[in-house]
């Protein structure tokens, strides 16, 4: 083995850190002390209290007070458990040490007030086995910010009233009356706050359900408190040094990966490899660490870059995975890793050289172009650099407004942002068509649709975003890729990748004569999910232009992650929000002007596919 600082070329790292970096897989011993946890938490909510065991004998003679505090103490306990089961089955360092104190607090709330032995038991001999294996709870902390304090404060408020309705309910023999449900929620709200409600008991019994609601409402305030004061982890960003040395990369070795210029979204973090001729960007999305495409720089310097990106998901016990790479980055990927990979579609690729709008097969893309031309639309394509501040601005903010939704979306085909002075080889085409006689122009003058595209390498192109006036005739999309393809010379660029179109393969064998029941009805499925994805409207756009088809790849360690990994790829990609909804109404999208890194991403629009 070489000993320079490019170890870790292909073939140049260690076997013995190879083998430790084949995960993070789920360990055997966090997995089931988490289910344990969970078990025991629930237990210690709902178990009913044992009236004629011994152990209610001897607790019988305590102050009525202990017994008060110890179910309020099993009540707390069983929540905090629940809450920290999953962090337990992720490793996670802060949520052993919570387990390992709440435990034994647990273990006496269940002797003195369920008067539970075998519960106390099980309790103890978790913390037991927290004990043996501490050293498997290492993971670090995820990304996180203050606004998780709001999100603890609205869930835990849901939850203790719902359990606190619950513990009022608990007590029938004693109730004095029969008090409304009204009644009852006013003595859980007061009961909440620490103050007694209209609810009366007997027998003691007020004290139990009063202690009990008290400590839920500490509960809430106690964590809540936490999570807005505790130090914050933020969410990883490309730095301007680190988008400098990827710029480098890419300079260098760009030409390889039609998507090696999105890794310069700044809302991704990179880690490099050991002597820095390569790097994985990625990002955290729900326990995720989601890379994109393949590793930037030098392909014999992958492997150094993958073992950095894997030590990092160990550490924080995140899942990895990697959207969208290519067939060799695949195969690097699997060898490097012993991770599995799956194809995920293809990505649309036409040759300047061979695309003609000659033949029957264009007839229809001809026909469409002809038609928007004779109608007064003319096209413009130039580089970022080419266009002047105020209509680039102009430009920014059409696209912008063009959008469609509030939603921003694109991660793995999609660089967030239009004409950053840093992006100046980049290429905009517009369509232009000037408003007749009397008409208003709108708030763009006689710009009607925008297309975007990032470098590929020195010679190449591939497609950031497509945003037209609403008001534009259909094809405007058609009309400005014909145009950049046949722009494409002049500007020095002889390939040009359109659209990723998911499951292609699947689609395209679907439709054919012979193809099996199975192949079938897979492809209807995929026809029926494309009303809300464009699954087979972007496959039938992108075959418009009779491009060349390269698969794309998913990575992943085993198939339970997929569905885990596939949610986290929606939300990246901006078609699943998790976020608390908007209590505050945004203004129009007109009216905003971003800065120029803060452009709005991709948001592929397609009409009339077929």
Known sequence: MSDSPDAEKSGGVPNRIRRALRGPRPAAVPTAVGTACGLIGLVDLVFPRLRHSRVHAVAELLPGAVSSLAAAASIVVGLLLLMLAHGLKRRKRRAWVAAVVLLPVGAAAQLLYRHSVLGTVFSLVLMGVLLRYRREFAALPD???????????VVMSGVSVGVGL???????????????MAAQLEHVLWGLLGFEGPVGYRNGADYTVGYSLGALGLLTVATTAYLAFRPEHPAARLTPSDEEKLRE???????RDSLGHFALRRDKAVIFSPSGKSAVCYRVVSGVMLASGDPVGDVEAWPGAIAAFMEEARAH?????????????GEVWTRETGLDALELGDE?????????????????????VKRIERAGYETRVRRVADLGAEELESVR???????????????????????????GDSVIATAHKAAEEGADEGPYGDLKAVLHFVPW???????????????????????????????APALGVTRVSLNFAMFRSALARGEKLGAGPVLRGWRGLLVFLSRWFQIESLYKFNAKFRPRWEPRFVVFRNTRDLPRIGLAAMQAEGFVSLALPRLLGRGRRAERRPCAHQAPARRRELEQAA
């Open 143 to 153: 990304p996180r910010s203050r606004w998780r304090a709001l999100a603890n404060f």
């Open 166 to 180: 619950l513990i009022v309910r608990s007590h029938p023999d004693t109730i004095e009356g029969r008090p409304s």
């Open 249 to 255: 990369l890419l300079a260098t070795h760009g030409r």
């Open 317 to 329: 016990s995140w899942t990895p995975a990697v959207m969208g790479c290519s067939e060799t980055g």
């Open 348 to 368: 649309a690729i036409v040759d300047v050289a061979d695309f003609t709008l000659s033949g029957r097969a264009m007839r229809n893309v001809r026909q469409m």
């Open 397 to 423: 903010q059409a696209a912008e407004d063009w959008r469609g939704t509030d939603t921003e979306r694109g991660f793995s085909m999609a660089l967030g942002r239009i004409g950053d002075p840093a992006d």
């Open 457 to 487: 390498g020195p010679d190449g192109m591939s497609l950031d975003l497509m945003r037209r006036d609403r008001s534009a005739d259909p094809g405007m999309n058609e009309l400005l890729i014909v145009a950049s393809l046949e722009a």
